[in-house]
């Protein structure tokens, strides 16, 4: 029986191939082809949510927020530099953690600790969008949202007593938020002087950590510890409103010096001063300014006919550098017809003076400023000038603090009532920086005039713009705080050629009532300009109480 089914089987599989080929055969060649039918394409608006989801398993952060930019070139830059930035990272990281290590050397019987292996792998960090914040101060505000599914290869070392501990980090993501602002804007290259980083948010990092070979992070309860405490410790260290600030430039050299006090000037009086007028008199007169200041010097009155005169005239100038800046004592000759003739000079370095202390000079005049001149050249008189340097109520703790009789309680920029505004001197500074969109019938020349208390000051004329950058600043020394007055700020335009029916174009105007400035210490807005369609007008204004 069991030989005759094999032999049955034999039979069967010898003539089952070749009758399956010949059918196989007959129905390839006689059977007809069926239509193929073209895939349906459709545009993705006409999509449903779920085939989106399917398609796009994480939409880009550029498609949702429109704020943020879709920046390829970045991650491109980033993948061809990443083996030299991997190799420079890791020469920082190995220089940072060495003196770290070597506080714990010695301590719990650690003999040693170091990295045997040190790489942040192939894959480079993903910066999935950039948006650039727009403000009114002078710095530049980037946000961006960076991705970094990285394939590291740290490995550290730990030896204690006879042991050696090795601990492998694996398998490192993470996810953050930072907030990069460059730092006072300056034009000295690189063109800003600080760079600062903050995180928007709590970061997210993951990662794997083996011990011997066994991953530790494994155990219950360990991994959410660890991820609370590094989102702690960091949101410490970085979280907005907290920063790392990294200096780039010296702000010393590169950002214009705001004023810190006043300097009180009392030109007493000159004695034996030189004979310049014919009938052997002279005519004298004094102009005062500090070196390293644009504004125009002072001058006292004109003293006709007289060799030895009295003035007591009182000045105040704003000082910027107390330690640097010098004041400048010029007597000239005044005459009606030609240049006055100079009489004589001298200097007073601010540094030889004490905040709040009044100190008397009396000063024999020089020629001119050439430390070598011989002293038996023919003498030019004296000059008698009292000055005292007091400075602002912001400032006065990098002086010392004030003295008897000029103690304020301090309150920075805090807001205050009108029961609190301090009374006393001070310092008005209003800085015209820009206008945006003014535009004019005939021409686009535009300047601005600011009118305070009946005194007018005028911007420098920018040619053919919509757009002007002045980033003029005008000062104002006031008895008293302007917390019920306004400002007055035009813009206009005029022709750039000469010409009889040239008329100046009014491009619109806005009035600041300066009572935030006087409570707050300081106000940086952008003003909507009245009579003007689209105009926008950028100024910043400070007060300072002396």
């Given at each position: ?119 942040l792998g192939t894959l480079p960090p993903t910066v999935c969008g950039m948006k650039v914040v727009e403000t009114n101060e002078k710095e530049l505000v980037m946000e961006q949202v960076i991705k970094w599914a990285g394939n590291p290869n740290i490995v550290l070392s730990l030896y204690v007593s006879s042991l050696k501990i090795t601990v492998q980090l694996v398998d490192l993501q993470i996810f953050a938020t930072p907030r990069i602002t460059l730092r006072p804007l300056v034009p000295t290259f690189p063109c800003f002087a600080n760079i600062v980083v903050s995180l928007l948010e709590k970061p997210h990092v993951d990662f794997g950590m083996k011990v011997y070979g066994g991953d ?331």
């Amino acid at each position: 029986m069991g030989l005759l089914s094999s032999f049955f089987g034999i039979i069967g599989f010898t003539l089952g191939i070749p009758l399956g080929l010949l059918v196989g055969f007959f129905l390839f060649v006689y059977s007809e082809t069926k239509h193929v039918k073209d895939p349906v394409v459709r545009p993705i608006s006409e999509l449903g949510p779920n085939a989106l989801e399917e398609l796009l398993p994480e939409i880009p952060l550029w498609v949702k927020t429109p704020e943020f930019e879709r920046i390829d070139w970045l991650n491109k830059f980033l993948s061809d530099m990443w083996p030299y930035l991997d190799t420079a990272i890791c020469k920082i990281i190995r220089s940072t953690a060495q003196p770290i290590f070597a506080e714990y050397i010695g301590k719990y019987q650690i003999k040693a600790i170091e990295f045997d292996k040190l790489s942040l792998g192939t894959l480079p960090p993903t910066v999935c969008g950039m948006k650039v914040v727009e403000t009114n101060e002078k710095e530049l505000v980037m946000e961006q949202v960076i991705k970094w599914a990285g394939n590291p290869n740290i490995v550290l070392s730990l030896y204690v007593s006879s042991l050696k501990i090795t601990v492998q980090l694996v398998d490192l993501q993470i996810f953050a938020t930072p907030r990069i602002t460059l730092r006072p804007l300056v034009p000295t290259f690189p063109c800003f002087a600080n760079i600062v980083v903050s995180l928007l948010e709590k970061p997210h990092v993951d990662f794997g950590m083996k011990v011997y070979g066994g991953d530790i992070m494994s155990i219950p309860g360990l991994y959410r510890f660890v991820q609370d405490t590094i989102k702690k410790q960091v949101a410490n260290l970085y979280l907005w409103p907290r920063t790392l600030e990294i200096p780039i430039l010296d702000e010393s050299m590169v950002v214009m010096k705001k004023p810190v006090g006043i300097l009180h000037v009392n030109v007493v009086r000159a004695q034996k001063l030189l004979k310049m007028d014919l009938l052997g008199t002279s005519d004298p007169y004094v102009k005062l300014s500090l070196t390293g200041d644009k504004l125009p010097a002072k001058k006292t009155t004109v003293k006709r006919k007289n060799l030895n005169p009295v003035w007591n005239e009182k000045f105040k100038i704003v000082v910027k550098d107390p330690q640097s800046q010098v004041l400048q004592l010029q007597v000239y000759d005044w005459d009606k017809v030609g240049a006055h003739d100079k009489l004589g000079m001298q200097l007073v370095p601010l540094k030889l003076l004490k905040p709040y202390e009044n100190k008397e000079f009396t000063l024999d005049l020089l020629k001119d400023t050439n430390l070598s001149e011989t002293p038996n050249k023919k003498p030019r008189g004296k000059i008698v000038v009292d000055l005292t340097f007091v400075p602002f109520k912001e400032d006065s703790s990098k002086f010392g603090g004030p003295s008897e009789g000029y103690s304020r309680k301090e309150s920075g920029f805090d807001v205050v009532s009108d029961d609190e505004v301090q009374e006393g001197a001070g310092l008005l500074s209003i800085v015209i920086i820009e206008a945006e969109e003014v535009e004019g019938e005939h021409h686009n020349n535009p300047f601005a005039v600011l009118t305070f208390r009946g005194e007018k000051k005028r911007t420098k004329t920018m040619k053919k713009t919509r757009h002007p950058l002045w980033n003029e600043e005008f000062q104002f020394m006031l008895e008293e705080p302007p917390q019920h007055e306004k400002i007055h700020i035009e813009v206009l335009s005029k022709r750039k050629n000469f010409s009889f029916l040239s008329k100046q174009e009014k491009l619109g105007h806005v009035e600041i009532n300066l009572r935030d400035v006087v409570h707050n210490g300081r106000i940086n807005e952008k003003y909507n300009l009245i009579n003007s369609r689209n105009g926008v007008m950028h100024v910043e204004i400070r007060w300072k109480v002396v």
